[in-house]
T-cell receptor
Framework: GAVVSQHPSRVICKSGTSVKIECRSL??????MFWYRQFPKQSLMLMAT?????????EQGVEKDKFLINHASLTLSTLTVTSAHPEDSSFYIC??????????FGPGTRLTVL | GQNIDQPTEMTATEGAIVQINCTYQ??????LFWYQQHAGEAPTFLSY????GLEEKGRFSSFLSRSKGYSYLLLKELQMKDSASYLC??????????FGTGTRLTIIP
């Protein structure tokens, strides 16, 4: 099956710093990737859709200048949380779209901002 | 709207069968997915339904009725490791998936 990796799996940073999260499709090419965040005991909230070679499409209410997304190749998308604050602490999950619009998820990144 | 409804929590007994229902608005429907998510982990794909009927995969089966906007996930011979959240997700004709709130299933001995 399709494998998606995410790095780092866990990060702790100080308020005001920026954090970059990488999402890679390991055994297939993903023209479309998605970024989600999930708060405890809640479902996934889509932040943005990342298409290779073009600008990401952000969901309503998601600040594009705060959550920078770059999909530089068919196997890599990155999410940078700029000037992170404690309220940005969450579980960030990426996924890659398959041929039937199914999504294969990475293992997630737990971000804690102190 | 594209509301997807599923029960918030369910409890079932080890060795038994449980059915988790999901209803959705039918306009634009283009496929339904079930995912399993253990606490602190990412979702894993369980099943995909785009035509009416039952899809069986080992202990897990998923059913779809497009006219009724209804699906269920059936888990048989429940094991303790099946305690997890089960997410129903629908594709409404674009590249995105819309997720339900998830059903937190607890298996008791």
């Amino acid at each position: 099956g399709a494998v998606v990796s995410q790095h780092p799996s866990r990060v702790i940073c100080k308020s005001g710093t920026s954090v970059k999260i990488e999402c890679r499709s390991l055994d297939f090419q993903a023209t479309t990737m998605f970024w989600y965040r999930q708060f405890p005991k809640q479902s996934l909230m889509l932040m943005a859709t990342s298409n290779e070679g073009s600008k990401a499409t952000y969901e309503q209410g998601v600040e594009k200048d705060k959550f920078l997304i770059n999909h530089a190749s068919l196997t890599l998308s990155t999410l940078t949380v700029t000037s992170a604050h404690p309220e940005d602490s969450s579980f960030y999950i990426c996924s890659a779209r398959g041929g039937y619009n199914e999504q294969f998820f990475g293992p997630g990144t737990r971000l804690t901002v102190l | 709207g594209q509301n997807i409804d599923q029960p918030t929590e369910m409890t079932a007994t080890e060795g038994a069968i449980v059915q988790i229902n999901c209803t959705y608005q039918t306009s634009g429907f283009n496929g339904l997915f079930w995912y399993q998510q253990h606490a602190g982990e990412a979702p894993t794909f369980l099943s995909y339904n785009v035509l009416d009927g039952l899809e069986e995969k080992g202990r897990f089966s998923s059913f779809l009725s497009r006219s009724k906007g209804y699906s269920y996930l059936l888990l048989k011979e429940l094991q303790m490791k099946d305690s997890a959240s089960y997410l129903c997700a629908v594709n409404f004709g674009n590249e995105k998936l819309t997720f339900g709130t998830g059903t937190r299933l607890t298996i008791i001995p």
